[in-house]
């Protein structure tokens, strides 16, 4: 189990969000041709704190409205912006767990890379994500698929947009 450090759990669990590309790989499914447009929330600044904050995920600019596309059967959001499929919902996994639910969701699925997840942070929301795309959404760490020194892999806090790398245990 995961501890809890600073308000964060750590160690061997995250939270999942699997990505592909737009376009799959040859000899996949096509993409569904409808989709429902959902336009993000506006976003508000958070105040600053008098303490000093963990490193922070810069805050993406927002798709331009309209540019999150909702899959027919709601299980996936196109962001027609930076041409990614995300799938909606999420669950705590360890690294390893992570990266193999990805894959059974099919060709082309994956965990993100930190830049692809750090699209997905919008400061001064809690969590740090769209909740009209992404209503499962939890303020906790999230895996990508980027290695860190010391065989560890980076995280993102859906929380307060800090990074920080944890062991893949298994």
Same mark, same amino acid.
């Given at each position: 189990?995961?501890?809890?450090?600073?308000?964060?759990?750590?160690?061997?669990?995250?939270?999942?969000?699997?990505?592909?590309?737009?376009?799959?790989?040859? =000899?996949?499914?096509?993409?569904?041709?409808?989709?429902?447009p959902?336009?993000?929330?506006? &976003?508000?600044?958070?105040?600053?704190?008098?303490?000093?904050?963990?490193?922070?995920?810069?805050?993406?600019?927002?798709?331009?409205?309209?540019?999150?596309?909702?899959?027919?059967?709601?299980?996936?959001?196109?962001?027609?912006?930076?041409?990614?499929?995300?799938?909606? !919902?999420?669950?705590?996994?360890?690294?390893?767990?992570? =990266?193999?639910?990805?894959?059974?969701?099919?060709?082309?699925?994956?965990?993100?890379?930190?830049?692809?997840?750090?699209?997905?942070?919008?400061?001064?929301? !809690?969590?740090?994500?769209?909740?009209q795309v992404?209503?499962? !959404?939890?303020?906790?760490?999230?895996?990508?698929?980027?290695?860190?020194?010391? =065989?560890?892999?980076?995280?993102?806090?859906?929380?307060? =947009?800090?990074?920080?790398?944890?062991?893949?245990? &298994?």
């Amino acid at each position: 189990n995961a501890g809890v450090v600073g308000g964060h759990a750590h160690a061997a669990s995250a939270e999942v969000r699997c990505v592909r590309e737009k376009k799959p790989p040859p =000899g996949s499914p096509p993409a569904a041709s409808t989709a429902t447009p959902v336009a993000p929330k506006d &976003t508000a600044k958070p105040t600053s704190a008098a303490a000093p904050a963990p490193p922070k995920v810069a805050a993406a600019p927002e798709p331009t409205k309209g540019a999150w596309q909702i899959s027919p059967d709601g299980a996936t959001a196109f962001d027609a912006a930076r041409g990614l499929t995300w799938q909606r !919902a999420d669950a705590l996994a360890s690294w390893p767990e992570a =990266g193999a639910a990805c894959r059974r969701l099919g060709v082309g699925w994956r965990l993100p890379a930190e830049v692809e997840l750090a699209t997905l942070v919008i400061a001064g929301r !809690a969590p740090m994500m769209d909740a009209q795309v992404f209503a499962t !959404a939890r303020p906790d760490w999230y895996w990508t698929d980027t290695p860190q020194p010391g =065989g560890q892999i980076q995280r993102i806090s859906f929380r307060d =947009g800090a990074r920080a790398p944890a062991p893949p245990a &298994t």
